[in-house]
């Protein structure tokens, strides 16, 4: 059976309806993990009870949020820890789980964490209303891609930023099955530039691939952002009539309305569903 074949299979597996879950990724220095962390502060804003899931390692989403530091999913397999051990709160009510590992890190862990780890999310997940994923490049880790709801491709207007934003499109296509796609073009200096960009990027996935693409926004280059960082605190906070912060309060607002997975059959808890992805990955790799 081919990873498509098993991917598109996994997804297919469902017991219970739990809230949607949208996976951010994009080439390097697209800026993906500060447009997801800045995302899961406006909703927070919003009360739309946002769960926000680092996979990537380095805690740099805990740096970005000014959040202290979590044990991380791989660490587990050392610790014996709960998911209390993972979770970090701020003041606001901004939930984020730190569930970096690898593929080889999750196969490893014993069925007695994972069946706590398991029942402990899915209590957390399911008084959540949506789930926003920082995903781990492709070629080092393509589950939490090959398995959320939805897909959103954050570019930037650099050649690089394109060129690698359709390579991760087209491997998820031809790999993992996925169809639906939305894009997000982050740093431009403004709406024309963004359309353009996304238009250029849809022209080549319409002559290559056969896939949907919409356009859900874009976010300004504006200062502010990196001036937030260097102060530990999201935009979206630290200066709230920003242009960048305005413009990620407004996506936040209809990010729900993104919601168009590639098939409509309800899943089973996104932990449940990364163990049996993992699994399935580590088969076909023969790791």
Known sequence: MSIMDQASGLRRQAAYDYPPSFAFFGAEKSGQSTVSGELAAALTLQRQRPLLIDHCPGQMMARRLGLPSAGTLASVAVSLGDLNELMVSNRFGLTLINLAASVDDRTRLSPRIWRRLINEFSSVEQNSGLMLLDTPPLAEDAGPCCIADNLVLVISPSSDSLTGGYAQLKRLAQDYARRRFNVLVNRASGF????????????????????????????????????SQTLRRPVVEAFPDSEAAQAYLQLAQVLPQWHAPDNDIPRSSYLEHLLMTSKALADLTGH
């Open 192 to 227: 024309d530039e963004a359309q353009s960009v996304f238009n250029r990027l849809q022209r080549v996935a319409d002559d290559y691939l056969s896939i949907s693409l919409r356009w859900v926004g874009f976010v300004p280059d504006d200062n502010t952002v990196r001036k």
